[in-house]
């Protein structure tokens, strides 16, 4: 606590503006421009309309990206009363997209959001087609030929009561989150790409590749993992050596192909409910979506070998698709062949040591990418928004948000550094590269009925509770 307090303290009492984007020394700000807050016009198009919220929210908050995370937590803010603009480099909300599959905990949060979001998240998503697996996450396979039947292994369930199966298309469910986001409170074509502190006056500058500028009270980075804002925080911070996405040694191929072909490709029996198909550093993940009339695909190939291509996608040929997974029944090589033959690099943010920075703060892949093996990193991104919508509904002046970042930063980073390092523990187990497990499908299962407990079970309005009172003690001792 001595160490937020003194942080608090120290951003409180600096003088003027500090630019966030250049790495400093140890846990200071760097202050680089002479211009004050008032000097700083707002060169953006007409200024957006203000949400309800705004003749009563003492703050403005800027939230970069109109990603899961940026859009949950506008409705968050919404719900309590916090002014907000969102701005988005993208030139419209984004389409694209494969599925994504939601644990109880990331619905709870949706609905202690918005009991509306939840029960609109109900008309998109789609659980197993068999009625009976309700409560079954995946069923755990070979990826070999035959599917381990040689084996005598036959697919086995893991999930748990408290577990419902649902999947969505992201493209609908990113439909239902700005449906409940007012048009007037979203600028796209913003690209961020500096953002200045005025910490005594309250005050952030946000600067656009459109040459145009914004002000608001706060920036909160919901800018994913390749995001602007991670620099912005970890820089000054004192940690720019975490700034950089890390390689996860692993690609993936997406695709989402119609079940009927799906059915027909893998087999009736082997598509419809979720599996899991695990093997020698591959595993493959087919799932139901789109109310169970599409079937999607993640088949991960992990390497040792380092990621060298200039970008995180890279067009390989058909016949180098076949080639990674050689040693995977031909019925799942068929299904991989409906993808696009194009390797997504797969990154994450194995060590993010702090989630804020004066009047800048990160939600959702831009603090924790992660990788995927845990279907976790959305739900992530829900549970944050849950959290600092909240905490940010408790404030009353622009000087007590270090102390709301700061309470934020302690309930969500442990938990969410938690989830980045156990799915890519999950990732080498998947692939039978963890010594413990090696190719033992059943010990495997059990560590899947085990591993997710902590995720699922997740008690948030304990969180809630705590970082309301986190947040009352921190500003109170400031
Ligand atoms: C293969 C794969 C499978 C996955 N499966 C699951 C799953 O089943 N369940 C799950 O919970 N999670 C899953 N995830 C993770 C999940 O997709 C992400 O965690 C989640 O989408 C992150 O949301 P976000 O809003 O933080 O970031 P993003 O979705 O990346 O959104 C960031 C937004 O910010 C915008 N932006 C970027 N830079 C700027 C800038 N400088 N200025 C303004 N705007 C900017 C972008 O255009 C974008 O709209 C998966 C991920 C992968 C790769």
């Not at 829900?382 to 007590?400: F, K, M, P, T, Y």
């Amino acid at each position: 606590m001595g160490v937020v307090l003194s942080r608090l303290r120290r951003f409180l009492g600096r003088s003027g503006p500090a630019k966030t984007s250049a790495p400093a020394q140890p846990h200071t700000a760097s202050a680089k421009s002479t211009e004050s807050a008032e000097s700083v016009q707002s060169t953006a198009s007409p200024p957006p309309t203000v949400p309800p919220a705004a003749g009563r929210s003492p703050i403005h908050i800027a939230i970069v990206g109109s990603g899961i995370g940026g859009l949950s937590l506008a409705v968050g803010c919404l719900r309590n009363n916090v002014s907000f603009t969102i701005y988005e480099s993208a030139l419209k909300y984004s389409v694209i997209g494969a599925g994504v599959g939601l644990g109880p905990n990331a619905l709870r949060a949706m609905a202690l959001i918005s009991p509306e979001l939840r029960a609109l998240y109900d008309t998109i998503s789609s659980g197993n087609l068999s009625q009976e697996k309700l409560h079954v996450a995946m069923e755990a396979m070979y990826a070999e030929p035959g599917f381990g039947e040689k084996r005598g292994w036959t697919p086995q369930p893991f999930g748990a009561p408290c577990y419902e199966r649902t999947s969505a298309h992201r493209a609908d469910l990113l439909d239902i989150l700005t449906s409940q986001v007012p048009k007037n409170t979203v600028q796209f074509n913003k690209r961020v790409t500096d953002i200045t502190q005025f910490p005594n006056e309250g005050c952030v500058k946000l600067s656009f590749a459109d040459g145009t500028t914004a002000k608001a009270t706060a920036v909160i980075g919901c800018d994913g993992v390749k995001g602007a804002s991670r620099a912005m925080v970890l820089g000054p911070a004192g940690f720019p050596e975490e700034i950089a996405p890390v390689f996860a040694g692993k690609y993936a191929y997406r695709s989402i192909v119609p079940m009927a072909k799906a059915q027909e490709v893998l087999g009736a029996e082997y598509a419809g409910d979720a599996k899991c198909f695990n093997g020698t550093n591959v595993n493959i993940m087919t799932y139901p979506i789109s109310s169970g009339t599409e079937c999607n695909i993640v088949a991960c190939m992990f390497t040792d070998k380092p990621w060298t291509h200039a970008t995180w996608t890279h067009r390989v040929t058909e016949d180098e698709v076949r080639a990674d997974f050689a040693d995977v029944d031909d019925r799942l090589v068929a299904l991989i062949s409906c993808a696009e033959p194009v390797q997504w690099a797969l990154h994450h943010h194995i060590k993010t040591s702090i989630y804020y920075h004066g009047l800048v703060c990160l939600l959702g892949d831009s603090a924790h990418a992660t990788t995927p093996h845990q279907a976790s990193g959305a739900g992530m991104s829900i549970e944050d928004a849950l959290i600092l919508s909240h905490v940010l509904g408790a404030v009353q002046d622009w000087r007590e948000l270090p102390a709301a970042f700061a309470a934020y930063d302690e309930v969500r980073r442990p938990r969410a550094q938690k989830i980045v390092r156990t799915s890519q523990e999950l990732g080498a187990i998947y692939a039978c590269r963890d010594p413990r497990y090696g190719d033992d499908m059943g010990k495997i299962v059990k560590n899947l009925n085990d591993r997710f407990l902590w995720i699922w079970e997740h008690n948030l309005e304990a969180d809630m509770a705590t970082v309301r009172r986190r947040f009352q003690e921190m500003h109170k001792g400031c």
